[in-house]
């Protein structure tokens, strides 16, 4: 067998040793006689988080053919079918799409907390706190006062209970008005809350006269892990935030839910957010497709995160860090290795694989309906040669790499 690579050919035992060991789905091979042409496929493996999906023909054709109108003046029909919808599914009055989850999120806490200067108790470890600007406090002028958060995304509700502020000490405190869960709880590798914990919480709410919203981002892989409806995941909440670009896989956007009286303030502030768009049906319809066929896929996904779980923990100097429940898997590199999160990094992407490093030991891993399960061997073949297992990606990268180079 002879092989052509790059301009280059291979023949002989090195032609059938790697012509052996390519890895179909990563190669094209173009069979001539007794010589095989090969060329490098142009495929991508991004493992970075689920908002990467790119949508499906289903939703294009779906987002061409949309029915628009102003959603400012009016309202846009067909986001007004996605907002119906998603309050069905969820159990509330009333929904309103918006741009971002992290819109989503600030416009529910400034609604709960229209006074300037309240306080809202949420986890430190929790996306709102973490990673959305800060915005509640400095757009809002909401003060956060964070209770910690357990390793499977919870908060203790006695630690809860006592960072509620006493009313009679409103002359120096900030007024507690809102506790805000995450579900699932990102940084706590997708682990989900129970609807019993939640109902805890919510009883603490009513029992003190506070909201309580929940960030739902991935409200959906919450409710495929559990076993449990959407509504019943969220009886207990005021307010919720739902993405659409997440594990559901739509381009864009997030819808929040509530009270139509909720939603009212919302679609307000939403505006005066600069979040107010015209004909956005386009978008909306996208989101209608994933709802409609997208949902059922991500029981999928947490399978093939438990399977990429375990064989990372099969390779020396990797520990998955807490249980995978849903499509999030955090992995350690240990001390002692050979290779830490950055190097990892640059040599998997070299072969089309995309991770997050979180620090210099720990790397985030999302799961989508776009990876495949072939995608998740080839992942893992590569990490093992990176981290120095094996002698090649699946027995052939090591030296396809070589000839690249040359």
Not at 87 to 107: D, H, W, Y
Not at 215 to 230: E, K
Request: charged share 25%; proline share 3%.
């Amino acid at each position: 067998m002879a092989l052509h690579i790059k301009g280059k050919w291979f023949s002989g035992n090195q032609g059938e040793r790697i012509g052996s060991r390519l890895s179909s789905g990563f190669f094209e091979r173009k069979e001539d006689g007794k010589f095989v042409d090969v060329k490098m496929v142009t495929k991508t493996v991004d493992l970075r988080s689920d908002t990467v999906t790119k949508p499906t023909e289903t939703m294009r054709a779906a987002m061409a053919v949309a029915e628009v109108d102003d959603d400012v003046l009016l309202y846009d029909p067909t986001a007004l079918r996605l907002e119906t919808e998603m309050a069905r599914i969820t159990g509330k009055e009333a929904a309103l799409f918006v741009p971002s989850g992290t819109m989503g999120n600030l416009i529910s806490v400034l609604v709960h907390c229209e006074v300037r200067g309240s306080e809202v108790i949420l986890g430190d470890n929790s996306h709102i706190h973490m990673y959305e600007n800060g915005g509640i406090s400095t757009i809002g002028g909401v003060h956060p006062r964070t209770v910690k958060n357990n390793d499977d995304g919870t908060m203790d509700i006695d630690l809860i209970e006592a960072a509620i502020r006493d009313p009679r000490g409103e002359i120096v405190y900030p007024t507690t008005r809102l506790i805000c869960l995450e579900n699932t709880h990102a940084n706590s590798g997708g682990r989900c809350l129970p609807p019993e914990y939640i109902d805890r919480v919510g009883k603490l709410a009513k029992k003190h006269g506070l909201k309580l919203h929940i960030d739902g981002a991935r409200i959906f892989n919450a409710s495929i892990a559990l076993g449990v409806p959407v509504n019943r995941l969220l009886k207990a909440a005021d307010s919720a935030s739902v993405c659409l670009s997440k594990g559901l896989g739509a381009p864009v956007g997030s819808v929040i839910v509530g009270s139509k009286s909720f939603i009212n303030k919302a679609r307000r502030l939403r505006k005066t957010l600069g979040g107010g768009m015209r004909q956005i049906g386009i978008i909306c319809a996208a989101g209608l497709v994933a709802l409609q066929e997208n949902i059922t896929k991500l029981e999928g996904d947490h399978k093939k995160a438990k399977i990429l779980a375990e064989g990372l923990n099969q390779i020396k100097g990797l520990k998955v860090v807490n249980s995978v429940e849903t499509n999030i898997v955090y992995f350690d590199i240990l001390e002692g290795s050979n290779i830490n999160s950055e190097t990892l990094s640059k040599y998997l992407q070299e072969h089309g694989v995309l991770i997050m490093p979180e620090s210099l030991s720990r790397v985030r891993i999302v799961l989508h309906h776009q990876i495949s399960g072939t995608d998740v061997q080839y992942t893992l073949s590569c990490i093992q040669q990176a981290v120095g297992e094996v002698q090649g990606c699946n027995g052939n990268l090591k030296e396809i790499s070589e000839f690249q180079g040359q």
